[in-house]
T-cell receptor
């Protein structure tokens, strides 16, 4: 089966600009996650969707970050305006159904964002 | 917040077993132990998970102590391609996947 697809793979922007990342989860996966991974640290969950509804966005900086998952399939994560500290790899993951025992998450390769 | 404690780094000789420990002394009865790994420049990859019984799959074995306060991930014959960051995660039913800093495993020839 095809994996989680993310684009772009790399992005360089200037601070105060806006940027958007796209994620296409594995077909049939109801749960979608966005993580931020700063160099040298483990991934940090930003937002979790169950179909097109938000399950957890407690660590999403809502003043500048937004995410949507229209129709419960693809998702976009946007940053506006970007700050230097937003430089990180943004990872998208999906899993079959949230809450079940065998719900391992499958990750995409990520988008590496550099803010200059 | 991560509920696990792992060593910062470990070395292993190629062809030998790699034993990665994890402490999760505050684990609850309905929480699973998950292991993921992240090879450089890739997204995390699921390895294995378990509740209380030992588990084995094609990638690794997971040994959970009887009191469930610690576990060990075993890669039976480590190769250079197993060099990665290994994350031990405690996850309850329906709860989010929270990553800590993990263990950097370096497999050396």
């Amino acid at each position: 089966e095809a994996g989680v697809a993310q684009s772009p793979r790399y992005k360089i922007i200037e601070k105060r600009q806006s940027v958007a990342f796209w994620c296409n989860p594995i077909s049939g996966h109801a749960t979608l996650y966005w993580y931020q991974q700063i160099l040298g640290q483990g991934p940090k969950l930003l937002i979790q969707f169950q179909n097109n509804g938000v399950v957890d966005d407690s660590q999403l900086p809502k003043d500048r970050f937004s995410a949507e998952r229209l129709k419960g399939v693809d998702s976009t994560l946007k940053i506006q305006p970007a700050k230097l500290e937003d430089s990180a790899v943004y990872l998208c993951a999906s899993s079959r159904i949230w809450g079940q025992d065998n719900t391992e998450a499958f990750f995409g390769q990520g988008t590496r964002l550099t803010v200059v | 917040d991560a509920k696990t404690t792992q060593p910062t780094s470990m070395d292993c000789a190629e062809g030998r077993a790699a034993n990665l420990p994890c402490n999760h002394s505050t684990i609850s009865g309905n929480e699973y132990v998950y292991w993921y790994r992240q090879i450089h420049s890739q997204g995390p990859q699921y390895i294995i998970h378990g509740l209380k019984n030992n588990e084995t799959n094609e990638m690794a074995s997971l040994i959970i102590t009887e009191d469930r306060k610690s576990s060990t991930l075993i890669l039976p014959h480590a190769t250079l391609r197993d060099t990665a960051v290994y994350y031990c995660i405690v996850r309850g039913y329906g709860n989010k996947l929270v990553f800590g800093a993990g263990t950097i495993l370096r497999v050396k020839s």
